[in-house]
């Protein structure tokens, strides 16, 4: 069996709030601005980029530039994330064997990133986690948990309440969990939220992904 039996892996992890910390006395405007390139790369690549193959040797040398840009910028969280969405998203595109070692090192990253900031980028490091724990088949072929992940998926979406990303992805689970009522009422909320002009292609296809979900709730 293999990962993708539990949907593709990640159809991950885009972030409303992309920035970690802002401790220290360094100034980050730089940082941010670079996240930001990043975050779009990866909208790009995950919506329009239709070539598999392709797709993955660009999400591989995505995930390559976050991690140089975490070595530059240490101590901060959203680097970090982005190298871990990244990686997460080369488990869904990769061949089979080789999609739980990019799980696992995903995993990695994102705790890592955790450590760096408990509570940075208003949930979205414990929001990927969720992912990963519900999206990834649990022992003993790999370590899913849907209760790590619905832990951390309601805690991520305390965090960031009105957030597309985390009513999206908590509407995912709960479908998955077959709570088809309230997953309908967290998806509707999700489109509520905010649009946002920086990243226009991110914000079109989550908002694609949850009229998806609304629409299969509904066909069921």
Do not use: C
Not at 130 to 140: A, D, I, N, T
């Amino acid at each position: 069996m293999s990962l993708r039996a539990k949907a593709p892996l990640i159809a991950l992890l885009a972030v409303v709030t992309l920035f970690g910390s802002r401790a220290g006395a360094v100034d980050l405007t730089a940082m941010d601005g670079e996240v930001l390139q990043v975050a779009n790369e990866w909208a790009r690549i995950k919506y329009q980029v239709r070539d598999k193959s392709e797709q993955l040797r660009e999400m591989d040398a995505l995930a390559r530039k976050a991690g140089a840009l975490a070595g530059r910028y240490p101590g901060q969280a959203a680097p970090l994330l982005w190298k871990g969405i990244a990686t997460s998203e080369e488990a869904g595109m990769a061949s089979v064997l080789k999609q739980l070692g990019y799980a696992v090192a995903a995993r990695k990253i994102f705790e890592q990133s955790e450590a760096t900031e408990p509570r940075g980028a208003n949930g979205a490091v414990l929001m990927s986690l969720g992912v990963l724990y519900y999206r990834v088949p649990g022992f003993p072929m790999a370590f899913g948990d849907d209760r790590l992940a619905r832990k951390d998926l309601e805690t991520a979406l305390a965090m960031d309440p009105d957030g597309l990303d985390a009513n999206y992805f908590y509407g995912d689970f709960l479908v998955k969990q077959g709570e088809f009522a309230k997953a309908k009422t967290v998806l509707a909320h999700a489109l509520r939220a905010p649009r946002n002009p920086q990243r226009p292609i991110w914000d079109a296809g989550r908002r694609a992904e949850v009229q998806g979900l609304l629409g299969k709730i509904d066909r069921r």
